[in-house]
């Protein structure tokens, strides 16, 4: 008579592990569908749709990359290139390419940052101008769902005023309200102003998934670093700590 050999411990323990992390996958996945599903991010934080502060007088107002006006993508590519081609140097004619296709992606989503008070809801004259704006999306790194911000972009009369630090506050109520482990951001190393307000204003740290962290040989050939905060502790090991 035969015996049936039963499973043993250490494969029914494989089994549950890859079953767990693909279920892990899945609701990951159904979050970052979940964000981008939402039409206004803005619509659950309405203090946040008007900023008057240091003589500053602005409103917020939401959009997406493949939503753009002609003149949303002619303000967006002028603001980049007064504000990045100086930190990017000889690399900024590739860089400005790449930016524009990103700005237009379908999953790009954008604050827009218009003069003045918000409009009332009646009115019909045309939409106030352009002063800034911010670039976000929703995406995994190293398997944890992040809020990544590609630009967070303000004339420079706009600057210092406080009007910076409330929208990354904005970015990371956004972050937490749809169970993003993160907000995460790229910095050039010579953007002096931008590395000090996020490290030291807004406490951001330097991610491990940096390259100066990754590997610190090489990390005088990159001239950018990985920025991040973590809103949920769950991934704090994964990118804020070095294995």
């Known amino acids: 008579m035969e015996s049936r050999r039963l499973p043993s411990s250490s494969s029914s323990e494989k089994k549950l592990k890859r079953r767990e992390i693909l279920e892990k996958k899945k609701a990951i996945d159904q979050l970052i569908k979940a964000a981008y599903a939402q039409n206004d991010h803005l619509d659950y934080f309405p203090p946040f749709r008007h900023f008057q502060r240091n003589g500053v007088c602005v409103h917020l107002e939401s959009g997406r990359g493949d939503k753009l006006s002609s003149s949303e993508k002619h303000y967006i590519q002028n603001l980049l290139k007064v504000n990045m081609e100086g930190?990017?140097?000889?690399?900024?004619?590739?860089?400005?390419?790449?930016?524009?296709?990103?700005?237009?992606?379908?999953?790009?989503?954008?604050?827009?940052?218009?003069?003045?008070?918000?409009?009332?809801?009646?009115?019909?004259?045309?939409?106030?101008?352009?002063?800034?704006?911010?670039?976000?999306?929703?995406?995994?790194?190293?398997?944890?769902?992040?809020?990544?911000?590609?630009?967070?972009?303000?004339?420079?009369?706009?600057?210092?005023?406080?009007?910076?630090?409330?929208?990354?506050?904005?970015?990371?109520?956004?972050?937490?309200?749809?169970c993003m482990g993160a907000v995460v951001l790229t910095v050039q190393k010579t953007n002096l102003l931008a590395m000090n307000f996020y490290l030291s204003k807004l406490r951001y740290i330097i991610s491990s998934i940096s390259p100066s962290r990754v590997d610190p040989l090489t990390r005088v050939d990159k001239s950018y670093e990985i920025l991040c905060k973590v809103v949920d502790q769950e991934y704090k090991t994964v990118l804020e700590e070095s294995g």
């Open 87 to 178: 930190p990017y140097g000889s690399e900024w004619p590739t860089e400005e390419k790449v930016k524009r296709r990103e700005m237009v992606a379908p999953e790009a989503r954008y604050i827009f940052v218009r003069e003045g008070k918000p409009p009332n809801a009646s009115a019909t004259e045309d939409k106030a101008p352009i002063v800034g704006f911010v670039h976000y999306r929703f995406t995994l790194e190293e398997e944890v769902p992040v809020l990544y911000v590609y630009e967070l972009q303000l004339e420079p009369r706009l600057q210092r005023k406080g009007l910076g630090k409330f929208l990354m506050q904005l970015i990371e109520l956004i972050a937490r309200k749809n």
